[in-house]
């Protein structure tokens, strides 16, 4: 058994502040001092750095992704009607497209993570989304060009309902400054646009879970059946598309091969 040694001659030390920090009862302290354990671990040190270079790369990616949207709205507004109708395309992440915040409500978050029984789940705002929410009078304004900007960012104050927005045009690709629109008609109108869109994740999960037992149960209704449980049944979505390569497919769309020389 290890003995428990106190040695009082030095100031209790000082527990590092984390958010994940739960503290430690007096028990656990000498319980962990006597087997030298440390509180934060060098593992766990490792991994926060670890996961701390791999926010920034994500950052930086985002920031590329963001621009590569915003340089091809006019192509992107041109497909319109094609992307919604696509669900790989009108599935595609967009989460950074739009920004906004306020006081006292601080920043809106388009992308949300889930711990689901271990399992992280995100729900990001979809392009489908950003599209039909530019629909609206309030996410829209007229340019001096004679084209439509559209909002990207905004803040205010839900008390005062004041605001100021950004929007972008895809025709001249200049940004103009929105004033004064409701701060509410803005934030709470994402808001609920993304409570949407966790309710068509989880009940997509639901669905095809209940499909996958259907299948199982036709299975072992044949007879015999010996095989894995619902679980092999269920699948996600089978089709998968990054902006980039939407992008891509859009522009191949809009060459016109009979007017390219060596195509005649
Ligand atoms: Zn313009």
Redesign the pocket.
């Known amino acids: 058994m290890a003995t428990i040694f106190i040695d009082d001659s030095k100031p209790f030390p000082i527990i590092p502040e984390q958010p994940d920090n739960r503290h430690e009862s007096a028990l656990e302290f000498f319980k962990r001092q006597a087997t030298g354990l440390k509180l934060i671990s060098d593992e766990m040190e490792q991994e926060s750095k670890e996961q701390e270079e791999l926010r920034k790369l994500q950052e930086k990616s985002l920031e590329r992704k963001k621009k590569l949207l915003f340089d091809n709205l006019d192509l992107i507004m041109r497909h319109r009607d094609e992307i919604l109708a696509t669900p790989r395309y009108a599935n595609i992440d967009a989460h950074y497209a739009i920004k906004g915040g306020g006081l006292y409500v601080g920043p809106l978050s388009t992308s949300r993570a889930f711990n689901i029984a271990g399992s992280i789940v995100r729900v990001n705002l979809r392009l489908a989304t950003l599209l039909r929410i530019w629909d609206t009078d309030q996410f829209r304004v007229g ?5 439509t ?1 559209l909002i990207r960012s905004f803040t205010g104050s839900p008390l005062s309902g004041s605001s100021r927005a950004t929007a972008y ?1 895809p ?2 690709k ?1 940004e103009a400054h929105v004033a004064n629109r409701s701060f509410g008609g803005y934030f709470w109108y994402l808001q609920t646009k993304l409570n949407e869109e966790t309710e068509k994740v989880a009940k997509a999960i639901i669905t095809k879970w209940t499909l996958a037992e259907t299948e199982y149960e036709k299975k072992v209704e044949k007879g015999n059946y010996k095989g894995p449980r619902p679980g092999a049944e269920f699948h996600g979505d089978s089709e998968y598309c990054n902006l980039e390569t939407m992008i891509n497919n859009l522009k191949m769309k809009e060459i016109d091969f009979s007017t390219t020389p060596q195509y005649k």
């Open positions: 340019c001096k060009c004679g084209g900007a045009c025709e001249c200049q």
